[in-house]
């Protein structure tokens, strides 16, 4: 079954849309459309966290439980809002009471201008939704992606605390859930996932296969969505025009994560977000952890592993991770599959060896032991939410008498890149640190921009590779 419209719930209410309207930016929409200017936009790039809402969106082909999460509504399109259920800060309470975090925002101070205040409190009743223990570290972790110009920080996070410790706080966890995600809306949402959609619009085109079979008899000069936190911002920007989209949103296959002999096999739409609370489950190493380093809540709960990799930025954060994990990829077409390595992916700058009409299916990483070393630096010109200046990944297993070592940088060169040298003289002479960073920089090619200087950025590596090298031998 094939329909030409979008359907979702918004605050509790049907949305069908058709038209021009499916191809708006959702913020576009709840402002222009909806008149829901409670979800203020600023950047346009996923960055202030003014628009912030939260979207609950079942897998396809799954029966999990199904929770809200806070998203960027500048950067997503409505079209991609399909099959889910959508609040703004209108949508927090159906009578006059305020949420607990409206109430403490005012009692602490935590609102001057207000512009930014809407998004700060969606992004906190997001935490409150799925965490139950907060303190002010989780505060700061949730809070990463909302920017605040004339208040400051401290009141924000004394509402948060004010709230967490306060009797409401116990019925703050998966709240709205219960209220809005009844059995029958649930059920509902699953079925439309099952529909293919198909949207024309003067030269616009939007489709959403429901099955890797429909998407392969139109992948042909269409343009694949993941989810728009790099096009998104381009198409902002003026700098593409989202015209003719194809969409991953509703293949179940695509959403598969397991463990399998020892590797973590993670499907092209899992997101950031859902890939972190696996790997929290799967291994003692604080391998999710890695995750923190970058983007924000409303960015990796729907940023996906694939889309980061096939994006091919030398300072992407991601494949210094995988490198350094021995992945590998299945690339997927309608004539069939093939595998390759994330190493032999890469070819040069924003270059890969995907073919046209060929997507990632899927990415494949070890799973560390326990005895393995394993870290990650990520250095940037603020902490949070910023692109990498350099970034690297160092992996040595102790599993047997000869370990394996892999050294992984980003932001050294025109693709991220595996130190052969590195890791060849590093089985040799584990502890010739100063021969060991020599091949290093042997090896790289870093270049100058508004980031770092080529100088900068070889002092850097060396400095990083030195504490690495000191914490293998001590740990």
């Not at 950067?75 to 949508?91: H, K, W």
């Not at 700060?120 to 949730?142: C, G, H, L, P, S």
């Not at 019925?171 to 059920?187: A, P």
């Not at 859902?274 to 790997?279: A, H, I, S």
């Amino acid at each position: 079954m094939q329909r030409d419209h979008i359907k979702f719930y918004l605050n509790g209410e049907l949305q069908v849309v058709k038209g021009a309207d499916a191809f708006l930016t959702l913020s576009d929409y709840l402002r222009y459309k909806k008149f829901l200017t409670g979800t203020k936009v600023v950047c346009a790039e996923g960055d202030c966290g003014a628009c912030t809402i939260l979207k609950a969106h079942p897998k396809p082909g799954a029966q999990e439980k199904v929770s809200f999460a806070s998203i960027n509504s500048c950067i997503g399109l409505v079209a991609q809002m399909d099959s889910s259920f959508l609040l703004t800060v209108e949508g927090l309470n159906n009578s006059e009471q305020e949420h607990p975090v409206q109430t403490c925002m005012i009692k602490s101070n935590g609102s001057q201008c207000g512009y930014c205040t809407p998004g700060f409190v969606m992004a906190m009743a997001a935490m409150f939704e799925r965490t139950k223990d907060i303190d002010e570290r989780i505060t700061k972790n949730y809070l990463t992606g909302n920017l605040c110009r004339c208040t400051g920080y401290q009141p924000i996070i004394d509402a948060s605390l004010e709230v967490a410790a306060s009797p409401a706080a116990k019925n703050l966890f998966g709240q709205f859930s219960k209220k809005y995600l009844s059995k029958k809306v649930l059920t509902e949402l699953r079925a439309w996932q099952k529909e293919d959609i198909s949207i024309e619009h003067d030269n616009k085109t939007f489709y959403s296969p429901s099955s890797l079979k429909s998407f392969f008899k139109k992948t042909r000069n269409f343009r694949v969505l993941g989810a728009t936190t790099d096009l998104g911002v381009l198409n902002n920007k003026g700098r593409i025009e989202l015209l003719s989209l194809i969409s991953l949103q509703h293949i179940p296959e695509l959403y598969e994560i397991k463990v399998v002999d020892g590797r973590v096999r993670v499907g092209a739409r899992v997101t950031l977000s859902e890939l972190r609370r696996f790997l929290e489950k799967k291994t003692q190493i604080r391998l999710a952890e890695f995750f923190d380093l970058f983007a924000s809540p409303q960015i990796k709960n729907v940023a996906t592993l694939a889309g980061n990799v096939a994006n091919a930025s030398p300072i992407a954060d991601t494949p210094p991770f995988l490198l350094a994990l021995n992945a590998t990829q299945t690339l997927i077409s309608s004539k069939g599959s093939r595998n390759c390595s994330l190493e032999d992916f890469y070819l040069s700058y924003k270059k890969t060896l995907l073919k046209p009409n060929e997507i990632i299916g899927s990415i494949e990483f070890d799973l560390p032991a326990p005895t393995d070393f394993i870290k990650f630096y990520k250095t940037s010109q603020r902490k949070d939410l910023d692109i990498s200046t350099v970034n690297m990944a160092l992996y040595v297993s102790r599993s047997s008498k000869k370990p394996t070592v892999r050294l992984a940088l980003g932001g050294v060169a025109d693709k991220p890149l595996r130190l052969k040298s590195f890791e060849k003289l590093y089985k040799k002479e584990p502890n010739n640190i100063d021969g060991l960073i020599q091949a290093v920089q042997s090896e790289i090619q870093p270049l100058s921009d508004l980031r770092g200087s080529q100088g900068y950025r070889r002092v850097l590596i060396e400095n990083i590779l030195r504490s690495f090298l000191r914490d293998v031998q001590t740990t």
